[in-house]
């Protein structure tokens, strides 16, 4: 059950500090961007946000994983 709670708290910290790095970057937009990247990724790199999304994407995926596991794990 530990665990559980675990894995839930993490992945919401992590996607709600997700969603808080794309909001920020949405309402920056920068003016000239790479065409390959698109303009909302360029924003987030050039904005040095592009770490904290990472450990933030993992973050949420690793609570999920651990939610995963406890939930097909057999009680004794």
Do not use: D, Q, Y
């Not at 924003?43 to 596991?69: Q, R, W």
């Amino acid at each position: 059950m530990k665990k559980a709670l675990i894995g839930g708290f993490l992945s919401l910290v992590g996607s709600i500090w997700s969603l808080a790095i794309v909001f920020i970057a949405g309402n920056n937009l920068v003016t000239s961007w790479n065409t390959e990247l698109g303009r909302f990724w360029s924003t987030i790199i050039e904005m040095n946000l592009m770490p904290l999304f990472i450990l933030f994407v993992v973050m949420t995926a690793l609570g999920l994983v651990i939610l995963a596991f406890e939930f097909f794990r057999k009680e004794k």
